[in-house]
């Protein structure tokens, strides 16, 4: 019964390639987002999607596409990999925008 | 813009010690603030939130006032523990409206035995 998953929690892949990270929340909430922690757990939004409309989209690289089949679902997929991309992405998700967020559990993402 | 500055890191206290972590923002308006904790290896938890001046928001013996005079949001805990070790964010919600959050860069807390 967890609220925000993700999926999958370590992700280990090479330069170049292309991965998808899976975000579902079963709380019934219209906002998503997904966030980025650097090494030195710097977290800084990416996007975020509110009824499956995207609303911020924060000077991310168009490598980054975020995706939302519905409201319970935000994907964040990723292509042409890159050293600098090895961070945790964190999946949250909000009732209303401006009360606080839920977060999942992260996944660490490591370029090699 | 809106911002956050926490006080650096890490704090290593020993247990039963009283903490203070100071956070102060810079936001247009009336933001709403928020503290997180991360555990290590886990995500994010809303530890306490405040929605306007002079609320004071509490939980697990942690609490915050939001003081605007001085546009700070400070942590405190009269008595922490070793499974109070963790890494602390404080947050504001953007004026935006776009429920995005400003986190502060993290205040590392070391509770020693």
Redesign the interface.
Known sequence: DTA?SQTPKYLVTQMGNDKSIKCEQNLGHD?M?W?KQDS??????MF?Y?NKEL??N?TVPNRFSPKSPDKAHLNLHINSLELGDSAVY?C?S?P???????????TRLTVV | GNSVTQMEGPVTLSEEAFLTINCTYTATGYP?L?W?V?YPG?????LL?ATKADDKGSNKGFEATYRKETTSFHLEKGSVQVSDSA?Y?CAL?GSS?????I?G??T?LQVKP
């Open positions: 925000v906002t987002y966030y030195k757990k710097f977290l800084k939004i975020s509110n609303i911020i924060e964190f949250a909000s209303l925008k401006n009360t606080e967020a839920f977060f999942g559990q992260g | 709403s928020f997180y991360q886990e995500g994010l938890q809303l939130k890494v964010f919600h409206n776009t429920g995005k959050l986190f860069q993290g590392t």
